[in-house]
């Protein structure tokens, strides 16, 4: 229906912008429809019409949910190649998708480039960094991204702190869950029953 309104008010000789493209970009990318959004997305290029970080995010958050992140690696480049500098959010969905497929290498990879870049990550690309981490087993890198998060300007939550108690507890190192249970404590966080509870 979207684009069909688009070429309705094209004929009319009506010129959209590149916001307007964006948030019908955007729209169809959440609602699932990728390919409708991609299609867009190049008729927008050839209109000389220039996408911004709001509709390359769009895109890639819309092909990191349907896991095509080779796509959406793809995408990242014509952005940066373009000029577009990605922001928090474009790459936090590029690193959930890498943890989804268990490629934590290149997620934290990702994360040293981000923070290369002057782009300071949040506390979603931060969890989900741990959370790959852990599935993975590479519980002292998770450890690691806890004390880098302490020392920065994000803390960690209570989400991240359970992630990292509960993969210790599963991996039979009680110990270490413990420290960073009574770490958090010192730092003033709050943390829950689960926590508790799986120690």
């Known amino acids: 229906l979207a684009i069909e309104l688009i ?7 009506c010129r959209l912008n590149s916001f307007t493209y964006g948030i019908i970009i955007d729209s169809l990318s ?21 996408p911004d970080v709001v509709t390359y995010t769009s895109l890639i958050q819309g092909l990191c949910n349907i896991g095509q992140l080779e796509d959406a690696l793809i995408l990242l480049k014509e952005a940066t190649s373009g000029g577009i500098q990605p922001d928090i959010l474009t790459y936090s969905s590029l690193v959930r998708c890498l943890c989804n497929v268990g490629q934590w290498k290149d997620c934290t990879v990702l994360l040293d480039k981000i ?15 741990i959370q790959g981490v852990c599935n993975s087993g590479q519980l002292k890198d998770g450890r690691r991204l806890l004390n880098y998060m302490v020392q920065s300007t994000v803390k960690p939550d209570v989400r991240g702190i359970n992630i990292l108690v509960d993969a210790h507890c599963k991996e039979g190192i009680p110990v270490e869950a413990e420290a960073i249970v ?18």
Request: aromatic content about 6%.
């Open 115 to 129: 923070m290369k870049a002057g782009i300071e990550p949040n506390i979603v690309t931060y969890t989900s960094v």
């Open 7 to 13: 070429r309705d008010w094209e004929e009319r000789g």
């Open 30 to 50: 959440k609602k699932g429809l990728i390919t409708e959004a991609l299609r867009l997305h190049e008729s927008l290029s050839r209109k000389g019409a220039q």
């Open 182 to 199: 009574d770490q958090m404590i010192q730092l003033g966080e709050m943390l829950n029953s689960f926590t508790y509870n799986t120690l």
